[in-house]
């Protein structure tokens, strides 16, 4: 609750900044807001779920994320272009108020599950010692390179390619909308089958789309490997996340999904300032080949700690 008020505040705060000190300002308190809300609504969503299910539920979670990211960027798009640009602050205000509402009046304390009352939480020194979550962390570091590197610098890629803005918008949300779509099933999918395979399979997937990206001699192979890095993510994650619950439930389901955004938070960082400095050194293709190299890496790192857990 405390952090959705946030979200409102900072967002009408956007309208009132005067320079880009005022920018970064709101982006670290909103940052801090996230922090506060993506965590705890995870665990919340991994308490709620029962036994064997965790994929499903997890996909479900993570199936309202992606959609929200990829019709962000194209609503604020229609109220910016029609209304102006302090119009998408007031409407994140607004929703974040409405989401708010939805917290207080319909989202009870949740104190369900048994184990609640027994498990004993550890610290998070031991809880990184443990093989698996050290293996789901470097996942989830792997999954945010691949999605941070393609967010930042997929569009200088498809402008050089002479894609149109509206073209370029197509292509970012088709990815993150698809891999939204497809969560719910393959959450179904990864409480029956083998979650190591869905993750390693879905991490290579979006690793060598990512290397692709600059063999891409038109708009529509863009779009196509774009299309095929949504299916990578949206085959992974959930499975990722229904192990993060698993382990959470026996370690303490606060403590490891704080962990697992951490890494994903890693990752969003790293993405950006690696691929940055690769394009001062050398050029936008080496951009793609050198983050795709580098997840594949990371994939192959992460195998060895889940396959001894998860057999």
Do not use: W
């Amino acid at each position: 609750m405390v952090g959705m008020f946030l979200y409102v505040l900072l967002a009408l705060g956007y309208v009132r900044a005067s320079c880009v000190y005022d920018l970064v300002l709101i982006r670290m308190l909103q940052g801090i807001a996230s922090a506060m809300i993506f965590p705890t609504a995870m665990a919340y969503v991994g308490e709620m779920s029962p036994r064997d299910k965790e994929g499903s539920y997890m996909g479900k979670f993570n199936f309202s994320v992606f959609v929200g990211l990829g019709c962000g960027p194209f609503l604020g798009g229609i109220f910016k272009d029609t209304l102006g640009i302090t119009a998408v602050f007031y409407t994140m205000a607004i929703l974040s108020f409405i989401s708010l509402l939805l917290v207080i009046f319909l989202l009870p304390e949740q104190k369900v599950m048994s184990y609640h009352h027994t498990v004993k939480v550890i610290s998070y020194r031991r809880l990184l010692g443990y093989k698996p979550v050290q293996g789901i962390m470097i996942y989830r570091v792997v999954n945010a390179l691949i999605g941070g590197g393609a967010l930042c610098f997929l569009p200088l890629l498809a402008a050089k390619m002479g894609t149109s803005a509206f073209h370029t918008g197509i292509l970012l949300s088709t990815n993150t909308i698809l891999a939204g779509i497809l969560q719910r099933p393959f959450g179904r999918i990864a409480d029956k089958r083998s979650k190591l395979f869905l993750i390693i399979t879905g991490s290579l997937i979006g690793s060598f789309s990512l290397f692709s990206m600059p063999l891409s001699t038109n708009y529509l192979i863009l779009l196509c490997l774009g299309i095929t890095m949504g299916v990578g993510s949206a085959m992974s994650m959930p499975a990722a996340s229904a192990i993060a619950v698993i382990i959470g439930k026996k370690e303490g389901i606060g403590s490891m999904m704080g962990l697992f955004t951490m890494a994903m938070s890693v990752g969003l960082i790293a993405s950006p300032l690696i691929s940055g400095a690769v394009m001062d050194f050398l050029n936008i293709n080496a951009v793609f080949y050198a983050m795709g190299a580098l997840s594949v890496l990371c994939t192959a790192i992460s195998y060895l700690p889940l396959k001894a857990y998860l057999e």
